[in-house]
């Protein structure tokens, strides 16, 4: 898409002055934080008292309004729906799926402005009516132009069919007629009522000739006198030839019947039939699709595509797509009268008559305060095979673009985002990316959406994620003392270094109070005690303590001995394990053979001989030196009494 045409709207921060102080600023995802400076922009050596807030800028405030949060939400589903339609269909099922897709997401824009509207009259502060106001009328534009594209760029009418569409869209998007209809109709006397000839008119305006006659046989019973020419004019809207869904008739036909109606209509005014009835004949010449006449009631129609229709329909029913652009063109301009400019509305749906549909997108883009609108729209006209030529310089299309700047507008919210995420997952050059970028700065604020954000990443195999998370996870669980929970974290991150770290505080915690805690967890730890040597030497360790329990003394002697002669267990907790030997040094049948009790005394003096000599210590040192010399001196007499024990009992045996 080509640069903007003019530049940035200027957003004013209260309390800030940008003219006299230096800003400072930070870019994130889906904000900017903004502060001033002490520094002054004059040349002065002096500091000078800034303002003393950060203020947050968000690009995408509509996603915190709870009533356009239904709005994504719903829209959520259509956009999966859509993408799941099969390529296969081709042709009138291809089609007719894609504009019922079209239909829905406007069922959902019109419940959201309805709903919004009720909120706006029900709110007692006005600023916050006037609010909500606003967003009514942006939801009305937007559905105004995506039933408009809906009908050139998806159903792709044809002449004819064509003009129905656009009156059908008019008379959805100008609806005051029904409230009036409904004014002049409550009243004793519907004709008399003030308003009775801006209805019939607005009907003949809107094509509702129909609804019109009715009028007219009213006006016709409660005046005698005008009766016959009200009966004429009645036939003339009966007459009149358009084109239904349902008629086989074709274009030509249609051109010739128009005609002559034209003509039959052309008589009645230079007969100067409706002479005596001002109205009546105003009427004749809106049937006509006489411009000034028409011209004159700019009140009644109440914009230019109104105007444009009513003169398609009098004039030239039977207007092909190709010719939109120059109707619309000289519509507007005539409407406008060159008294005042386009607005943003106007310029958007003139570049929709003109098929420019990346005009259209690049016009609403810059119009509208979300990426909503665009990315799903474009979305749509992208399944119809609208937008396959126009790539973006930066390696994207323009669809997944937009998806791209929506979906991260989701990520700044914090329930939103798991929307996001379906829409990063259906952009397949840069959604994969994107994704891993911004799911690794939410928020983990609690376990529950920790949990879903680690489903959504292994769902999608992003390994440095998952492991990332987990890491996080393991690391509050260790600050809030959760061993049991900080080990499974660290297990299911296959952090090796850390599942360490937390095996260390687990003996540790055994070694202060003597017991272990989540034993459930260290008793089915399976194959991932081989994820480091100390969460090994914890699973055989707690494996040890659960054979001495189930007093199979024997194979806890053996696995006992086989974690020290193998230098799995840390020096550190060598003692532990000897003292933990001593129950079983001590059992009246000898546990421990000769050649164990070797290994035993090798350790031992091993861990003896390398203790530090310290200088001088305070009482409780020389207190812990006295209990670890008394431990030793018990283990010594142990482990001689148990060799002198073990050699004679191999030595009856042998003899024997």
Request: hydrophobic share 40%; glycine share 4%; charged share 25%.
């Amino acid at each position: 898409m080509e640069e903007l045409d003019g530049e940035p709207a200027v957003t004013v921060i209260p309390g800030v002055n940008s003219k006299k102080n230096q800003m400072c600023f930070d870019w994130g995802p889906g904000e900017m934080l903004v502060c001033e400076t002490s520094f002054s922009k004059k040349e002065k050596s002096e500091m000078v008292p800034s303002c003393p807030f950060i203020y947050i800028i968000r690009k995408d405030v509509d996603v915190y309004s709870q009533i356009l949060r239904k709005l994504f939400n719903e829209s959520h589903g259509i956009f999966l729906g859509l993408q799941r339609i099969d390529e296969e269909l081709t042709g009138k099922s291809r089609k007719s799926q894609l504009v019922r897709v079209s239909k829905n997401y406007r069922s959902v824009i019109r419940a959201c402005m309805e709903e919004m509207h009720q909120v706006a009259i029900a709110a007692k502060d006005p600023a916050s009516g006037r609010q909500f106001s606003s967003q009514v009328s942006i939801l009305s534009a937007m559905e105004l132009i995506w039933n408009l594209c809906e009908i050139l760029f998806i159903e792709v009418a044809p002449a004819g069919h064509l003009l129905l569409h656009l009156l059908d869209w008019v008379r959805l998007h100008v609806c005051e007629v029904d409230s009036l209809s409904a004014d002049v109709l409550g009243s004793e006397n519907p004709s008399n009522h003030d308003s009775f000839w801006n209805l019939v008119t607005i009907l003949v305006l809107q094509g509702r000739l129909d609804e019109a006659r009715q009028m007219l046989s009213k006006e016709a019973d409660a005046s005698p006198a005008s009766a016959g020419i009200c009966r004429i004019m009645g036939d003339l809207m009966r007459t009149m030839p358009i084109l239904s869904p349902g008629n086989t008739q074709t274009l030509t036909e249609l051109e010739l019947k128009w005609q002559h109606w034209h003509e039959e209509c052309e008589r009645y005014l230079q007969d100067s039939t409706f002479a005596t009835n001002p109205h009546l004949e105003s009427l004749l010449k809106i049937m006509l699709g006489d411009e000034a006449t028409l011209l004159e009631q700019k009140e009644l129609l109440s914009n230019w595509y109104h105007f444009l229709v009513t003169r398609l329909l009098y004039s030239n029913p039977t207007v092909k797509p190709i010719d939109l652009h120059y109707y619309a063109q000289s519509s507007l301009d005539l409407f406008l009268g060159g008294e005042s400019s386009p607005e943003p509305l106007d310029n958007i749906l003139l570049a929709a008559f003109e098929f420019d549909i990346h005009q259209v997108i690049k016009e609403c883009s810059i119009a509208l305060s979300n990426w909503w609108f665009v990315a799903h729209l474009t979305d749509l006209l992208d399944h119809c095979k609208l937008l396959q030529s126009h790539n973006l310089y930066f390696g994207s299309n323009m669809r997944e673009f937009l998806l791209l700047e929506y979906a991260s507008g989701l990520f700044a919210h914090p329930s939103l985002w798991q929307l996001g995420v379906d829409y990063f997952d259906y952009c397949p050059k840069l959604g994969r990316v994107s994704l891993e970028l911004h799911i690794e700065r939410i928020p983990l604020n609690t376990e529950q959406k920790a949990l879903k954000v680690l489903r959504i990443c292994e769902q999608r195999q992003m390994t440095e994620q998952v492991r990332s998370i987990c890491k996080i996870l393991a690391m509050k669980a260790v600050r809030n003392n959760r061993l049991g929970s900080a080990l499974s974290w660290s297990i299911r991150a296959k952090d090796a270094a850390f599942a360490t770290l937390v095996s260390d505080r687990f003996l540790r915690d055994y070694c202060e109070r003597g017991c272990f805690s989540d034993l459930d967890l260290i008793d089915n730890l399976g194959p991932a005690m081989m994820l480091s040597d100390r969460l090994t030497f914890l699973g055989k360790y707690r494996e040890f303590h659960r054979m001495y329990g189930e007093k199979r003394f024997a194979d806890a002697a053996c696995l006992l001995l086989s974690l020290m002669t193998s230098r799995i267990a840390p020096r550190s907790f060598w003692m532990t394990l000897l003292t933990d030997a001593l129950p079983l040094l001590e059992q009246k049948q000898v546990i421990f053979s000769a050649e164990q009790t070797y290994e035993l005394m090798r350790c031992l003096e091993d861990l003896t001989s390398r203790r530090p000599v310290r200088g001088e210590s305070d009482i409780q040192q020389l207190q812990d030196e006295d209990i670890e010399t008394t431990k030793v001196e018990m283990l010594r007499l142990a482990l001689a009494r148990n060799l002198a024990r073990a050699i004679i009992r191999e030595g009856s045996l042998e003899g024997s």
